[in-house]
């Protein structure tokens, strides 16, 4: 019954923190790396807000469980391939190229400009907001969705870890007593 209210309360608390608007009210912009499976979505001042990987299995079998474990693997291969992008694309110059293109094109789009410098230092501070983060980012994946293509017997599955649940998970472990 305990867990029951903590899970409740921690519930009303992210409902709460998601309707208190935000800091600023700055628009998001998605950047896509490893040919779309890794999607980063980040504010226009640089700010992480979100990551998602896909994965995707074949299901080998008509057994019961065959799609179940289809699933399982597809998450795993996302999570393995957030888990490389981390060690290796966030490191490298392209990661801040892609981030410079994204932001030059939202800009573009929004009919406002910025300067070559403040859009290096915007890519720049992204880069390290999300490799001192990478640790929660990584422990706050969950399977945002899945899905299932009966004709080409395929699953996919994307994993995701935002900044808000990372909030929610430090609150609700705080609660329980962890």
Known sequence: MKKLGVVILAVMLSACSSLGGSKKDERSVKSEFFGGDIKVSYTMGGEFESIASSGTARVTSNAPDAAEKAYIVASLRARQQLVEFMKAELESEKFKQTVYKTLQEAEEELKVASSTMVKDT??????????????????????????????????KVVVKSSTRDIEAAKSLSRLMGN
Not at 125 to 154: C, H, P
């Open 122 to 155: 915007i890519s720049s501070e992204l880069q390290e907001n999300i490799k001192q983060r990478t640790n929660a980012i990584l422990r706050g994946t969950y399977v945002d969705s899945k899905e299932f293509d009966r004709g080409s017997s395929t699953v």
